[in-house]
């Protein structure tokens, strides 16, 4: 089993709609938690950063972890064409390695 | 800044030729990442540097594969011979402590094995 696991898609939504992105991990000791976003035939960019459990939002985004359930979601609401790209979620046990465990990465296109 | 700068961006060789990717991270930063991303699984990290010093090199795949770090300015990896299973994307990351869990990724190097 993977330690990071996350549904490749792909996803194709209208513009506007709400999107929920999701990955689900196994390492109890992952505490801080990412999401990036990737444009076609570029490097993955920071989009969301959270610590610990709870919900971070920042205008459109909005980011949840559930460390109970080792569960954690992007949500999009009305999203744009230029939200279209891939979504990787990222995981660490922070301390001194630091070491960033990737999901495979959703994609997603928004349909105009 | 400029960035992570990898070159080549692009790369075709064919079987058994040596592959040399190179990378400079943002200045300043103390940590460089090497990762390569395929399809079917993903970002994967080979290797880690901090200061200079090869921390976790587990994620090298097998011993055609070394990465170097002569100073805090530059990065190789290199694939000595190359295979064809060996065509992905190589990404060079770096971050420092300022950054906290942040890093911070090139371009890319596109490579195809033929």
């Known amino acids: 089993q993977k330690e990071v696991e996350q549904d490749p898609g792909p996803l194709s939504v209208p513009e506007g709609a709400i999107v929920s992105l999701n990955c689900t991990y196994s390492n109890s000791a992952f505490q ?13 960019e920071l989009l969301m950063y959270t610590y610990s459990s709870g919900n971070k939002e920042d205008g459109r985004f909005t980011a949840q972890v559930d460390k109970s359930s080792k569960y954690i979601s992007l949500f999009i609401r009305d999203s744009q064409p230029s939200d279209s790209a891939t979504y990787l979620c990222a995981m660490s046990a922070g301390g001194a390695t630091n070491k960033l465990i990737f999901g495979t990465g959703t994609l997603l296109a928004v349909q105009p | 800044d400029a960035g992570v700068i990898q070159s080549p961006r692009h790369e075709v060789t064919e079987m058994g030729q040596e592959v040399t990717l190179r990378c400079k991270p943002i200045s300043g930063h103390d940590y460089l990442f090497w990762y390569r991303q395929t399809m079917m699984r993903g970002l994967e990290l080979l290797i880690y540097f901090n200061n200079n010093v090869p921390i976790d090199d587990s994620g090298m795949p097998e011993d055609r594969f070394s990465a170097k770090m002569p100073n805090a300015s530059f990065s190789t990896l290199k694939i000595q011979p190359s295979e064809p ?29 033929v």
Do not use: H
Request: proline share 2%.
């Open chain 1, 32 to 44: 801080y938690f990412m999401w990036y976003r990737q444009y076609s035939r570029k490097g993955p």
């Open chain 2, 85 to 113: 299973r060996d065509s992905a994307v190589y990404f060079c990351a770096s971050r420092s402590a300022g950054t906290g869990n942040t890093i911070y990724f090139g371009e890319g190097s596109w490579l195809t094995v």
